[in-house]
């Protein structure tokens, strides 16, 4: 895994959206399980891992979570202890059944019940003598910001050899270092490129809030200073496609799903890049976007598409 150096294409889709030319970047065919956003981030936690000695690693995500499948298997093939912290009473995925295939240990709890598992884990783990180290869901934290201010260096670099200039990027947004890291790099860039989250999960103003404590993290942690308003300005995060919240879907995410699959060979998936392509394609028409040139960045969770393909496609 240290050898892999993560770079992932973009291209143009022929599938286009009310006159709109869609390029993707396949962070899903990152070469690491199954790929996806999860493993940029890892890869940064793991080094940070290593250096420091750690031999145990914490963290936790719902039963979907593709961070969780990711830190389990690089654990794994670094030979360092894992524990998993889950919410019970979830619906088993393949992202879960991964997950034990490591064989982590998982210890299921209550939603509420997360944070006193969290400290009484690490506390336990530091008792018997190990020397732990926690990542917080998502890959949250200055380490999944990092690696997304990088990719946005790959964007940069694509955009000048092939002569493209994005005019807007879009990306499913949850725990927000995503979106966060791509913020960033935009304003690095100096560029007036519309980064458009779409939420997963969380509604507008905690979203939002988590997106921007996020950037100054790492802003004031690299020594550099942006204005409140150029921030602000910059954080575009849709709670308008969230349906009933996290996992859930409707028809026409499943269509979009179909379409998707069926004239690029692409997989989405209902919880993330499915719901966000569908959020995408909604947002563009309604604002009557046209004529323009839209990355949609492919945030992963392979192992997702299948789940749905065993739920919907019976
Ligand atoms: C985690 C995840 C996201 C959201 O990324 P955040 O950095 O948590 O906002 C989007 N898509 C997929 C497939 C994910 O696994």
């Known amino acids: 895994m240290n050898n892999i150096d993560i770079f992932s294409p973009i291209y143009k889709l022929n599938y286009t959206i009310n006159k709109n030319d869609i390029y993707i970047k396949r962070e899903d065919l990152i070469p690491f399980s199954f790929g996806g956003n999860k493993v940029r981030k890892a890869k940064l936690f793991f080094e940070e891992i290593e250096s ?75 008792h018997k003598g ?48 995503t979106q966060a890291g791509l913020v960033i790099g935009s304003l690095l860039n100096n560029d ?44 575009k995060f849709l709670d308008d496609y969230l349906l009933d919240g996290y996992g859930s879907y ?6 979009t799903i179909s379409n998707v699959l069926n004239k690029e060979g692409i997989n989405l998936d209902t919880t993330y890049t499915g719901k966000a392509f569908w959020g995408m394609s909604e947002y563009i028409n309604k604002n009557n976007i046209q004529n323009k040139k839209i990355l949609f960045i492919h945030t992963g969770g392979t192992p997702l598409f299948f789940t749905d393909l065993g739920r919907i496609m019976k």
């Open 130 to 177: 190990y020397n732990p180290y926690f990542i917080q869901g998502g890959g949250h934290g200055f380490f999944g910001t990092k690696a997304y201010v990088d990719v946005y260096k790959e964007i940069i670099l694509y955009s000048k050899e092939n002569n493209i200039d994005f005019d807007n990027i879009f990306l499913a947004s949850g725990t927000g270092t």
């Open 250 to 255: 409707n028809e026409e995410i499943i269509k």
């Open 52 to 126: 420091n000695k750690h031999d145990y690693v914490v963290t936790y995500g719902s039963s979907s979570s593709n961070h969780s499948r990711v830190i389990a298997n690089m654990a794994k093939s670094k030979g360092i202890n894992c524990t998993i912290i889950s919410i019970e009473g979830n619906n088993h995925t393949f992202n879960s059944k991964l997950v034990k295939m490591f064989q982590t240990n998982v210890i299921l709890t209550k939603v509420e019940r997360i944070k006193n598992t969290i400290n009484f884990v690490m506390n336990d783990l530091m």
């Open 192 to 235: 007036n490129i519309n980064i458009i989250g779409i939420s997963i999960g969380r509604k507008r103003t905690y979203g939002r809030q988590v997106i921007s404590e996020s950037i100054y993290e790492y802003l004031s942690k690299t020594k550099q200073i942006f204005s409140k308003n150029i921030i602000n300005d910059k954080i």
